[in-house]
Structure formats: structure tokens, C-alpha cells
């Protein structure tokens, strides 16, 4: 009699839990809009990509997802690649791509706001560093490597070449180019060139003010030797670096 009871109370158990995971299907099918369906259609994968899409809109609608260019509603100084640069630089992981279209998550866009702007950082002028960094670097890769020249994918070392190795002169001017650096961040203290190049980067790296509204009012003259000034210690900045590497 005591087995016949148990077993009337696994049944019963199971019945409970059935009639519950039924009333969880109904209510998901009525979430995601599927309750229409025949019941094999409700849950399928289309079905939930579908009602997936839907929500998405609803929640564009109510604009907790914006486009690229409405960033600069949320984040200041935001500019028509700031959503580039979101995802490459800053690993902005909530958003998603609808045809041709960037959509952001709002809420996520208003607490990285607070955290750039208590850590002082300007996305357009952000942008701009990193442009200008990219078109200096190609200059110096220009340099290094012969013009039309193409890596080849495949290789094969001849057989028992090895020990073919020599230390660069450029380890001998360390001195040299670390005076020059000196040289002109004098010049920079001297002339107040903070008020036309910014320096970033631990003041490694240097960035002519380019302005378009007032371009036009500074002197030739100024223009040239900010921006000489500014390619001069860029060079010794990497140079330097590279000393450092080899070493």
C-alpha cells in the first residue's frame, strides 16, 4: 500500500510539472507573438528569428537602439566614424547591424559617455589622432620597405643558413636623437606651440591643431613650422622606440 501511495505521488508530481511547462510554452509563445501558429510552428527557428526582429523594431521605435550618426546625441564631440571607432578602438559590444545600418544600444552609449568624460577623451579629436597616426605610420612604412614590394606568403630558409645577423648603427645615436627630443620639446616650452599642437600619448606622439573656422587667420609661416615641428619629433619619437626595441 505504501508503494501504491508513492507512485500516486510521482504521478501526481508529474502532472503538476507537465501542466506547469505547458503554461510556460503558452506564455512564451504569447511573448514572442507566435500563439497564432500551429504547435509545431510556435517554437520553431524562424518563428523566434522573426518575433526576434519585431522586438527590435518595437525597441528602435522607442529608441533604446539608435543609428550611427545619432551617437553624437548621447556622447559629445561624436562624429560620423564614431561608431567605427566604438566597436574597433573602444570593444563596443552591444549593437547590431540591420542592412547597411549600425544600431546602438542607448543605455550603454550614456554610461560610456560618463566614463569618456571623466577620463577627459574627445571623440572627434580622438578620430583625428588616429587618422593622423595611420597616414604617418604608411610614411614611415614608405621608408622601410621598397615601394611595389609584396610579402610572399610562402617560404623556405635554405639549409644550414643561420647566424646572418648585425647590429644597426642606430643603437650608436641613441644619444643623438634623445638630445634632439629635448631640443625641441624646449622649443615647444619656448614658443608655446601648446597653443597649436597637441601633444598625446605620454607626449610621444604630436598633433597640429588643424581648425577650419580660423585656418585662414594664422600665418603661413606658423602653419609650416608648427607642422615641420610636429613631423620632426614624431620621427625622433619613433626612432627613439625603435632604438629601444632592437636593444
Avoid at 168 to 176: A, R
Wanted: glycine share 2%; net charge positive.
Amino acid at each position: 500500500m505504501e508503494d501504491t501511495y508513492r507512485e500516486d505521488r510521482t504521478l501526481l508530481s508529474e502532472d503538476r510539472l507537465h501542466t506547469e511547462l505547458k503554461a510556460i510554452r503558452r506564455l512564451l509563445s504569447d511573448l514572442v507573438g507566435t500563439s497564432d501558429l500551429p504547435a509545431k510552428e510556435k517554437f520553431s527557428r524562424e518563428a523566434i528569428s522573426k518575433s526576434a526582429k519585431e522586438f527590435r523594431k518595437l525597441q528602435i521605435a522607442r529608441k533604446e537602439w539608435i543609428e550611427s550618426y545619432e551617437i553624437k546625441t548621447v556622447i559629445k564631440h561624436a562624429n560620423y566614424n564614431s561608431g567605427k571607432i566604438l566597436i574597433d578602438q573602444f570593444q563596443f559590444k552591444n549593437f547590431f547591424k540591420r542592412g547597411s545600418t549600425y544600431y546602438f544600444k542607448k543605455k550603454d552609449l550614456i554610461d560610456l559617455a560618463k566614463e569618456l568624460k571623466k577620463k577627459n577623451i574627445n571623440l572627434e579629436k580622438y578620430d583625428e589622432l588616429l587618422g593622423d597616426k595611420e597616414k604617418f605610420q604608411k610614411y614611415i612604412d614608405s621608408i622601410i620597405q621598397k615601394p611595389g614590394a609584396k610579402s610572399r606568403k610562402r617560404f623556405k630558409i635554405p639549409e644550414g643558413l643561420e647566424n646572418i645577423f648585425s647590429v644597426p648603427y642606430s643603437l650608436q645615436i641613441e644619444d643623438q636623437v634623445r638630445e634632439e627630443i629635448t631640443t625641441l620639446m624646449n622649443e615647444y616650452n619656448k614658443f608655446n606651440l601648446s597653443e597649436y599642437v597637441d601633444l598625446y600619448e605620454r607626449k610621444t606622439y604630436a598633433l597640429f591643431k588643424y581648425q577650419y573656422y580660423f585656418d585662414r587667420y594664422l600665418k603661413p609661416e606658423l602653419k609650416k613650422f608648427c607642422k615641420d615641428w610636429c613631423f620632426k619629433f614624431n620621427y625622433a619619437q619613433v626612432a627613439l622606440k625603435r632604438i629601444i626595441e632592437l636593444k
